[in-house]
């Protein structure tokens, strides 16, 4: 019997096959729920397998930028789950270039990130300089000395990046100042993120709050948990809301993401987020669970 | 006879000289006040000559971190202004030094800057690190790669840095995260700054909005427009606000800060601030005046 169950309640056996019943397309987060770092999370291979055998369209959507589609599809391999396309993988990479196809742009892009925003952009056409190419760059300063920059530059994207430096963000902040109609896109604002399992890191929010800092503008974000990729999996595929459960390990992004965009969602304890912590937050999720695995049980 | 002025009038002759009589303590910014880049203002030194010779006490005070208080001593002297004293020059590298005296710090500070919050530091007896020597530092990611961090720091003091990089980023980030009580010192929060005269540059505010979005705390600030260094010389020299007059280039800056600090303020169109720009903004001086030359006329 399809009752909807008030939120955050656990998982039972009973709730998971009606939240599967009811659901047409899980949209799974990566990091924390398929994955933790480089190691595939016991059981998840089956469960997706399960999920799959049942007719279920199955989504990846991660805010990492650092990797393009391709090269994701090569880390889902890699860990031995086969059979994927890279069309059901939503990077926040993809994201950046995905939002500037959809307003028709034509210029040129400024990229402070790392080579996966360099590929998406690639696979749609648009120019871009900036990125890991600009990793060494240092500014000698001489009296009167002036960095020149590419007027033809119309957005500026940031995501993570492991080699920023003061160079990209002078550059990014004088398309931002002086290029007229200039706009700035982040992949994400998370404030920490999962180089390693072994601590939190910097996450991209620190590249796009110093950008923020220096150009006075607001981003466009188009990664979690703003509502770009929801818009623009729903229209590809042809999926209403009510179909779709979010899947996630963060209350912040992947949760709130469910949450905004009219979806059913599964919190993962197998990630960032501990029971003590969804205990003491707002951003209620309808269902947690310990992993993914559960859904097969 | 001194009559109010209404908000933002020409310094004409007659203002002028009531607005000196009535003035016991100048504060000037130094870019775009005192000089621009590496040039003196054209009448600058003479001003200042009579002021003293009027008797008035003049304070520098400048946001720029990235020297201490005698190394703008030597930049004063060098542009021919000379017979200062250290003791009348407030940088925002001095003003983090003078914050952590003032709560009595005891434990050890990062800082993402350059030499000047460094040789403060010194000064006061704090121990440090970062800063320059962190600048080549690099993170080689490998599985279950960790940042090793000082569990003695308790203050972060973050301000301009042409040399930042991830390495400091994630530094920074892991001891206002992971250090109980860590405290966040911000030298300024600039948007940008006037490495040279031939363009703007990202200022400080881009080093402060990386490390506010990854550690997901706000900083103290010490420098202008908050009241922390005015507070200070109050205090110090035993000025009441009605003596002081604030005299600056920059609205958002100097003028704010006058202008929450109670005192009178004089704007020059000698730096960033075009009188187009005055004319539009919601901060608004007693008076503004094409340089302080005007003060001696």
Chains 1, 2 share one sequence.
């Not at 309640?9 to 924390?32: E, K, M, V, W």
């Not at 933790?36 to 930028?65: C, H, P, Q």
């Not at 069309?87 to 892009?109: H, R």
């Amino acid at each position: 019997m399809a009752v909807e169950a008030p939120k955050k309640s656990y998982l039972s056996d009973d709730a998971a096959r009606t939240l599967i019943d009811q659901t047409n397309t899980f949209i799974f987060d990566c990091d924390g729920v398929v994955w933790k770092g480089d190691t595939l999370i016991d059981g998840v291979k089956e469960t997706l397998d399960m999920l799959r055998a049942e007719g279920k369209r199955l989504i990846f959507v991660t805010n990492n930028s650092t990797k393009s589609r391709k090269q994701y599809l090569s880390k889902f391999e890699s860990l031995g789950l086969t059979g994927m396309k890279p069309e059901e993988i939503f990077s926040s990479s993809f994201a950046a270039a995905a939002y500037l196809s959809s307003i028709g742009f034509k210029k040129k892009a400024y990229v402070i990130g790392e080579q996966g925003i360099q590929l998406e952009l690639d696979l749609v056409g648009v120019d871009h300089l900036g990125g890991p190419s600009d990793g060494d760059k240092k500014i000698e300063l001489k009296p009167g000395e002036l960095m020149e920059h590419d007027a033809d530059v119309g957005a500026v994207i940031v995501g993570f990046d492991r080699y920023v430096n003061y160079y990209k963000l002078q550059y990014a902040t004088l398309c931002l100042r002086e290029n007229p109609g200039c706009i700035f896109i982040a992949t994400n604002t998370d404030a920490v993120t999962h180089l390693t399992d072994a601590q939190e890191w910097a996450g991209g929010g620190a590249m796009v709050g110093a950008v923020k800092a220096s150009s006075g503008k607001e981003p466009t974000i188009v990664g979690k948990p703003a509502s770009f990729m929801l818009e623009y999996i729903c229209e590809q595929f042809g999926i209403r809301r009510d179909q779709i459960c979010m899947v996630g390990d963060r209350l912040d992004t992947d949760i709130m993401f469910g949450v905004d965009g009219g979806l059913r969602t599964l919190l993962c304890l197998s990630g960032v987020t501990t029971k003590e912590v969804l205990d003491e937050t707002s951003v209620q999720p309808d269902y947690y669970v310990e992993s993914i695995a559960r859904l097969r049980k």
